[in-house]
């Protein structure tokens, strides 16, 4: 009996907590999906540019937002968002309602000092079974 296929490494990338950063993780993770699931490439980058923008509201310019990126098993992508939990950093409901209806899955915590945003995008999806 084989093994399933480990996760591939992470991508990342470190932002300025300014207004560009909501575009550039957009195009940042246009460019990894179009190159790993190039039908989820639009999909993501929509729902990267809303997360990162909503951590940009609640991080101070000279504060870092990070963004990594990483194919798991079946097919399936997985971005996190993290951002200094110095204030209260959760995406709003109308984030995460937009959110919702274009990911896998999705959820968020705060830990160790920072807030966590996490969506999956899925191949499944692509046939427009999406939650």
Known sequence: MSEPPAALAPYNQ???????????AA???RTIAEHEQPDLADRAAEVVY???ASAVRHTR???QISVRAQMLDGGRLRVEVRDPAGQPT???P????DVSRKVRDFGGCTAG????AWVEFGPEMLAGRSR
């Open 27 to 29: 195009q940042w993770i």
């Open 61 to 63: 310019e000279r504060d």
């Open 94 to 97: 109308a984030v995460w309602d």
């Open 113 to 116: 000092g920072e807030y966590l």
């Open 50 to 52: 809303a997360l990162v």
């Open 90 to 92: 959760r995406p709003g």
């Open 14 to 24: 470190t932002l300025p907590g300014t207004d560009a950063a909501p575009l550039q």
